[in-house]
């Protein structure tokens, strides 16, 4: 039920997380350079598992203790609230900018969540659901449509080069929340588990070139114990 996105340098430690999943998974390997494309056909390819959920997590994620069964549990209760979209992770330096959503889950503000920028985007913003897609968590149901929505909405990529998870978001939100125009603000369908189950390794430099990615990207509510 899960993908593993991975660079040819960081191969073994996608090797050593599949290892540690404790659930079928898959590699999916980029070779081009283009993390936007490789998280599209992670999507696309981790549909391929018959499951109710589907996910794609990164190669340098941190796994708290017992993570399958947690992760099982944490998808039954996310089945009873009806969410069909989760994260297991929120960067610590978006903290503020996530509000209540029930006793164990945060989501984002959009009306308080900062603007992306991209010179390519000729002033158009993108206010991101998703505070990190370390380890996001989809219903299949729902994730296989976003191969289409990336069609349609190529030149969204181009105009956000490097930027995948705030699009994948904006999928979420049209999807679930009717949203013709995806720059509004109506409130996030995506829910993030609190505490988190996953950190991201302070270990290893960031894959993507932009100094947003230079600053420490851990969790601030990440636990081992978690539950």
């Known amino acids: 039920m899960w993908a593993v996105v991975t660079i040819p340098p960081r191969e073994a430690m996608a090797e050593a997380l599949i290892a540690s999943l404790g659930e079928p ?11 936007q494309a ?3 056909r992670a999507w696309r390819e981790v549909c391929s598992f018959p499951g109710r959920w589907v996910g794609v997590i990164q190669d340098d994620a941190v796994l708290c203790d017992d993570f399958a069964a947690k992760v099982r549990r944490r998808l039954g209760e996310a089945e009873e609230l009806g969410f069909q979209a ?4 929120s960067a610590a330096h978006l903290e503020p900018y996530l509000e209540p959503a029930g006793a164990r889950w945060r989501r984002v503000d959009l009306r ?16 991101s659901a998703l505070p990190g897609e ?23 990529y181009r105009r956000f080069p490097g ?8 999928f979420v939100n049209a999807r679930l ?14 829910y993030i588990a609190y505490p ?17 990615h230079a600053r420490p990207r851990s969790s601030a509510s990440f636990s081992r114990a978690a539950s």
């Open 177 to 190: 929340g009717g949203a013709a125009d995806l720059r509004s603000s109506g409130a996030s369908q995506l």
């Open 86 to 89: 989760i994260s297991l992770y």
């Open 163 to 170: 930027v995948h998870d705030a699009i994948l978001g904006s």
């Open 134 to 156: 370390q380890c996001v968590l989809l219903r299949r149901d729902l994730a296989v449509h976003y191969g289409e929505f990336a069609r349609r909405h190529a030149d969204l």
């Open 25 to 35: 998974a898959l590699e999916v390997l980029d070779v081009r350079g283009d993390v």
């Open 38 to 40: 490789n998280h599209i």
């Open 196 to 212: 988190n189950l996953v950190d991201h390794r302070t270990d290893v430099a960031s894959s993507l070139a932009h100094p947003t």
């Open 112 to 127: 308080r969540m900062p603007p992306i920028h991209r010179a390519e985007a000729g002033g158009q913003i993108l206010r």
